[in-house]
């Protein structure tokens, strides 16, 4: 099917489905009790090992289409689906979680009504293994934000959480050949709907939409912290170089490159200096480049890293302000004793944590 042939008013709707036995049978009858009846749902079972596809074939529905791949993971099997589509909106769906009656109603009337918005997005619940509902997506959101959301989801992907609280009109994905990123294993939606929000325009609908399950299977409890730090980091690494990253603010671009060099790569060194000496770091007001170099260097030395990559930063960041005494004040302690050093800010540390949740700019050393 070619994938730029748009069928109107039709909701094409993606599944990734590997090892979905548990819930994949209600989230695919959330779809078939909706209000808005013209919809595709297309499941992608990425080599589920369990009973997936006997349930899989169950179900008659022509409009339901399964397709049945090795397994290649959340990106691999979003991006199969991608290729079969046809609608005029696409809409996402995972096979543990739920869509609200009538979610598609309501989405597809807004897109209808506002010509000017080429997605929408809205509230939902948080549910448990029992469907029962215990917080809404807001409680854990920024917003709720309108227009271009670009620097926005740059920022951070507490804008939508999960995708499956928006409708995309298919064909801004489309003209733009976008493709979900394989090599992220966590966020790859929070990737693809940063690059598709450089050039569209959101808008919000007030309801609860949708219904995201926790359990103790979801990808983002069972992938190991490696490689969920790794995808994490291939994030960042791409707004970074995203032709658009410079027009973000200065808040904003600083926010991105502590979450980076602090709380990403804090152990990878090599790569944490790569950073630091990139272009689009230099671009960072001197005032920035100091208090980044300074905080990369203090958690350098919390994680008992080789020291010497932090003398090589402070002495940076005093480049760029000769007269900060709270760098020289680190870099002193270190010359003078590593080990004392490491514990005073190990303690500090420590101290500021139990007495704040965990913001960019909180250690003030």
């Not at 995201?212 to 983002?220: A, E, Q, S």
């Not at 260097?297 to 000769?322: E, F, G, H, M």
């Not at 002193?332 to 514990?343: F, K, T, Y």
Request: proline share 3%; aromatic share 10%; hydrophobic share 35%.
């Amino acid at each position: 099917m070619d994938n730029h042939t748009f069928t109107s008013n039709l909701v094409s709707i993606m599944m990734p489905a590997y090892n979905a036995e548990s819930f994949i049978a209600v989230a695919i009858e959330s779809v078939i009790q909706q209000t808005y009846q013209s919809w595709e749902l297309i499941i992608i079972n990425d080599g589920s090992k369990d009973s997936t596809a006997k349930i899989l074939s169950q179900f008659n529905d022509e409009r339901i289409q399964i397709y049945h791949q090795q397994n290649g993971g959340e990106a691999s099997a979003r991006n199969h689906a991608l290729s079969k589509m046809k609608g005029e909106y696409l809409a996402f769906l995972d096979s543990d979680d739920l869509f609200t009656p009538n979610f598609l109603e309501k989405a597809v009337l807004y897109l209808q009504t506002n010509p000017n918005k080429d997605a929408v997005y809205c509230d939902g619940w948080y549910i448990d293994e029992q469907n029962h509902a215990f917080a809404s997506l807001s409680d854990q959101r920024r917003g709720p934000f309108e227009g271009n959301l670009f620097e926005h989801l740059v920022r951070a992907s507490d804008v939508f959480g999960p995708p499956i609280c928006t409708l995309i009109r298919r064909e801004r994905v489309t003209e733009r050949a976008l493709q979900f990123d394989t090599r992220i294993i966590i966020g790859p939606d929070w990737d693809f709907l940063t690059r598709l929000s450089e050039t569209i325009e959101w808008g919000y609908l007030d309801i609860k939409g949708c219904r995201y399950r926790i359990h103790h299977t979801n990808i983002t409890v069972t992938t190991g912290y490696t490689k969920r730090r790794d995808s994490l980091s291939r994030c960042r690494e791409k707004m970074v170089e995203n032709s658009l990253f410079q027009t973000c603010s200065v808040e904003t671009r600083s926010y991105v490159f502590y979450d980076l060099l602090v709380n990403l790569l804090y152990d990878q060194p090599n790569i944490q200096d790569s950073w630091i000496n990139h272009s689009r770091f230099y671009c960072l007001p001197g005032r920035e480049q100091n208090r980044l170099l300074r905080l990369t260097a203090v958690k350098s030395l919390i994680s008992q890293q080789d020291t010497q990559w932090a003398k090589k930063w402070l002495k940076q960041a005093l480049k760029t302000n000769r007269n900060d005494i709270r760098t020289m004040f680190v870099l002193l302690g270190i010359l003078i004793s590593p080990n004392l050093m490491q514990n005073i800010l190990l303690k500090r540390s420590k101290s500021i944590q139990s007495k704040q949740d965990q913001s960019p700019f909180q250690i003030q050393l």
